[in-house]
């Protein structure tokens, strides 16, 4: 079989790494036959694969115990026989790392050990240590259940790890171990008395550790208690689902991967959290810089001269290392020695947003895994990240940049939603959440990386109403479910399959990106996570976003392997023609530099925003001079240069191979390059109208339509200038070029049918004048699950029904109206503003469904007949109004229904393509062919 007719048969039907995922939420422990049920409910609505995730309305003492497993037995069995594919979601709730607290039951010493500080000044003796807090009480009390015994934190076994004396101007830091004579250490928190007072013009810090008596999580750093962790949150799965490993169980997710994070009324300096602790991290940090230890120390906390900061650098780069080989090393060894691939993610501070610092602003991240998103990276087979609420984000780029990096391409995307709208509550969620904002997510989040969505996530039950506390509730911890929805049944399906099909198009491209930003990895552990960079690496990725200007993120690692030509710099096939440091302070060493000069030689533009180079990690410090002498060669920006600027940093390409071209002002949104098959394939979408252009060299070349709403492909004309491609509302269309080397042999190609793009004579379409339906509708309620349910009822189609009596009906109901014809013909129906999907039948017969504007249906003259015609309008909207009811969660219903009305004309349009005309053009009024109401 040819490369084309694989991708071809790939692209028709999806696999399921392509096709969208979830976690399967359990709330209770779940019998046979609900199991198999809802694992067939996701097969049959698209969604090809599964996490099951035990939440924390499921009894913590309940998960992993035989009838747990039992029941993850059936699910896996079940989708065995679907073809299905399984990922093992790797703790309860959420945050890797503690196995319901099965991992330190009995073992009280692997708990998690945090290292703190106390700082006595000149001429004092005694310090205190008090007022600690968990972050965890920001989720509140069902949270603090789920981290803490009794849900209460408890401090025990304190002991002084490190005690320095501070003094003169440059810091110079001396350890002193008989400096602490007493240590009385309480549940919360700790006091200190010094054998003698602190020396004038000096200062004390005394490191102190503790174990949280209280806590399910393991030290993470202390390899002891990541090898328990493994025993007992790992190998339960490998002794009940054993031979399904490496077949249907395919691999092992991690999320979010860390110890709490800590904070107390005395803490100063610049690390804002405690640190994750263990003897073995201690002697690793001896080991490294013996002598220089307390120097180092020191260096955490405070100083902004190069050379403090370039210590504050190595002593992060060593941390992340250790917690990484300690952590996630322990992982990955467990999950390939079981046949298993290992993904995950870890906590990213982008999620939701584009600045670096969007997320986790009150937790230091830095002593997680020192934010160092390439090297977690390097510990996975996947890449995965996590993107919330349904925007335009830097999470799915960043995770494609990644998994660049290490020599792959794509991202999985756990999918969720958090912020309500205006007038909600926090943690209320999205239960408001349409088809059309899932998919113009979905579409927006795979033009930027993403291989697969992980919806988050698929209910095991809606929960109850009668309390509305954060995630003890079901219905309350971060929903939506999908599967409760009332669209998610009859309208997923073709969602699902149009997103994997477009991951299948995108998955062999090779992305034109011409411009590379330096993810700031030292300057992060320099400046912390809310440094000026957090901002600036935002700024600069949303505006090359928004200028439709291809990028990703590259490591200084990445600097280090580059090789350049002229005009570009290359790291391995990713070749880029401008390289931007966003308000970069901190670079490995003068070497960088130097690769930066090499680069502004042989023409690549290299530009700054923000702050500049004026540390270095290792060896001398003469980053501030070294960049001086640069600078006339780097193009500096106070603030993100214009969007014309932007555009100008990509290659022009109409002469050397196929692009795109977005005009100014063009909503359109797309991703391509070329393909592993010798041609060029390229993705656009519009969330609104807009127009884009083919440009081709000289050719000859084909030019294909491969449409994801079916699996077919056509041919469409590429002679002449520019292909002009014009596309409607929501409208997603997918071309592949390649050079016509059939054409003077006259053999015929493997596509379908035939077509023209938009722009190359484009025929009119012809319709009547269209004629408003405003009175004479009926609304019918089927639903058994409402007290509604077999009502019918007048109803207006100028506003939704929330208004006119039914403010907590969020069910699935029909719009009935009769429609008078002298002669059958073709009809269009047109409905200005739905909230929700819609399946349109006429006489009985299903004619069309739409769950995303434009809602446009043609109904074909074979359904209808002369006289009357019943016209049945099918809505199902959101579940907000049913789930918000009563709660004080939400200001006012959302709408429901039909909001304007519908519009009926003659059409002699082409044939209907899933809701998208293969051409574009003007109406011409043509006499109404109904009458009567």
Aim: one cysteine or more; hydrophobic letters at 40%; a negative charge.
């Amino acid at each position: 079989m040819s490369a084309q007719e694989t991708a071809l048969r790939r692209f028709r039907n999806p696999d399921p790494w392509h096709a969208p995922a979830a976690y399967w939420f359990w709330h209770r422990l779940p019998d046979e036959d609900t199991v198999r049920a809802q694992v067939r409910q996701m097969h049959d609505a698209g969604i090809r694969s599964f996490q099951v995730q035990a939440r924390l309305s499921y009894p913590i003492e309940g998960y992993l115990d035989e009838d747990y497993l039992a029941a993850c037995r059936v699910a896996v069995e079940t989708a065995a026989e679907l073809g299905m594919i399984v990922g093992i979601y790797d703790d309860y709730n959420w945050q890797t790392g503690h196995a319901a607290g099965r991992a330190v039951t009995g073992h009280d010493e692997l708990r998690e050990r945090h290292l703190f500080w106390v700082r006595i000044p000149a001429g004092a003796r005694d310090g205190v240590l008090s007022g600690i807090r968990s972050a965890t009480e920001n989720l509140g009390p069902a949270a603090m259940d789920w981290h803490y015994e009794g849900g209460v934190v408890a401090w025990a076994d304190w002991r002084v790890e490190y005690a320095l004396v501070v003094a003169g101007e440059r810091g110079t830091a001396a350890e002193r171990p008989g400096l602490v004579d007493r240590v009385d250490g309480a549940a919360d928190g700790c006091r200190l008395r010094l054998a003698e007072p602190v020396p004038d013009g000096a200062e004390a810090i005394v490191f102190v550790s503790a174990r949280c008596a209280t806590s399910r999580l393991v030290n993470p750093v202390d390899p002891l208690a990541v090898d328990r962790f493994v025993e007992a949150g790992y190998q339960p799965f490998a002794d009940a689902l054993g031979e399904f490993f490496g077949s249907t169980v395919a691999y092992m997710f991690f999320d979010q991967p860390h110890a709490v994070y800590y904070d107390w009324a005395e803490r100063t300096g610049d690390l804002r959290s405690a640190m994750p602790f263990h003897e073995s991290l201690a002697a690793s940090i001896r080991e490294r810089w013996r002598e220089r230890t307390p120097q180092v120390l020191a260096a955490v906390l405070d100083g902004d001269d190069p050379e403090r900061l370039s210590l504050r650098a190595q002593f992060y780069e060593h941390f992340s290392g250790y917690a990484m080989e300690t952590f996630l090393g322990r992982l990955r060894a467990w999950s390939h020695a079981h046949g298993l691939r290992q993904t995950g993610h870890e906590v990213l501070g982008h999620v939701g947003g584009w600045a670096l610092d969007t997320a986790f602003t009150n937790w230091d991240l830095r002593v997680n895994f020192g934010l160092d998103h390439f090297g977690v990276d390097g510990y996975r087979d996947l890449t995965a990240v996590d993107a919330q609420d349904a925007l335009v984000q830097l999470s799915p780029v960043f995770g494609d940049s990644v998994a660049r990096h290490h020599g792959r391409g794509g991202t999985m995307v756990e999918q969720y939603f958090l912020t309500p709208p205006e007038g909600g509550t926090p943690w209320s969620g999205h239960w408001g959440l349409s088809l059309e904002e899932l998919r113009t997510t979905a579409i927006n989040h795979h033009l930027q990386g993403m291989r697969q969505m992980i919806f988050h996530g698929f209910y095991q039950t809606h929960g109850h109403g009668d309390d509305h506390e954060s995630m003890r509730n079901p219905r309350f911890d971060f929903p939506p479910g999908i599967n409760f929805e009332p669209w998610f049944a009859d309208h997923h399906l073709p969602f699902a399959l149009e997103s994997a099909r477009l991951s299948e198009f995108l998955d062999p491209v090779s992305p034109q990106c011409d411009v590379a930003v330096l993810y700031p990895l030292r300057t992060v552990w320099t400046a912390g996570q809310l440094g000026e960079q957090a901002s600036v690496l935002g700024a600069w990725a949303r505006a090359l976003t928004e200028a439709r200007v291809g990028f990703h993120l590259v490591d200084e690692r990445d600097l280090e392997a580059a090789a350049v030509e002229e005009g570009a710099v290359c790291f391995g096939d990713r070749r880029y023609r401008a390289l931007v440091l966003p308000a970069v302070t901190t670079l490995r060493s003068a070497a960088s530099l130097r690769r930066l000069s090499r680069l502004a030689e042989s023409g690549v533009r290299v530009l700054a925003g923000g702050a500049t180079p004026a540390v270095y990690q290792e060896g001398p410090q003469t980053a501030a001079a070294d960049w001086a002498a640069l600078a006339p060669a780097v193009e500096v920006f106070d603030a993100v240069p214009a969007e014309t600027v932007l555009r100008g940093l990509g290659a022009r390409r109409e002469r050397t191979e196929p692009t795109l071209r977005v005009p100014a002002g063009s909503a359109v949104r797309w991703r391509g390059g070329p393909d592993a098959a010798d041609g060029f394939r390229f993705a656009c979408f519009a969330e609104v109208a807009g127009t884009v252009e083919l440009l081709l060299p000289d050719g000859p070349w084909r030019l294909e339509e491969w449409v994801a709403a079916d699996g077919t492909v056509h041919a469409l004309d590429a002679a002449g200038g520019p292909v002009v491609l014009r596309l409607e509302q929501n409208e997603l269309r997918l071309l592949r070029v390649f050079r016509d080397t059939e054409h003077a042999s006259g053999r015929a190609d493997a596509t379908e049918g035939s077509g023209v793009a938009a722009g190359h004579g484009t025929p009119e379409w012809e319709r009547s004048a269209p004629e408003e339906l405003v009175s004479g509708w009926l609304l019918e309620i089927a639903d058994d699950a409402y007290e509604e349910a077999g009502s019918r009822r007048d109803i207006a189609v100028t506003c939704g029904w929330e208004r006119q009596g039914l403010a907590t009906f969020a069910g699935t109901a029909d719009y009935v109206r009769q429609v008078e014809l002298d002669a059958p013909v073709p009809l269009e129906l047109v409905l200005p503003a739905v909230a929700g999907a819609v399946v349109v039948s006429v006489n009985g017969v299903r004619v069309g469904e739409r769950a995303w504007a434009p809602y446009r249906v043609t109904i074909p003259a074979d359904a209808l007949r002369p006289g009357g015609n019943e016209l049945r309008v099918r809505v199902a909207p959101s579940a907000a109004n049913r789930y918000y009811a009563g709660t004080g969660l939400r200001a006012e219903p959302e709408p429901c229904g039909l909001l304007a009305p519908p519009l009926l004309s003659r059409s002699l349009a082409p044939p209907d393509l899933g809701g998208r005309r293969a051409v574009s053009g003007t109406a011409s009024e043509q006499p109404s062919p109904f009458r009567g109401q």
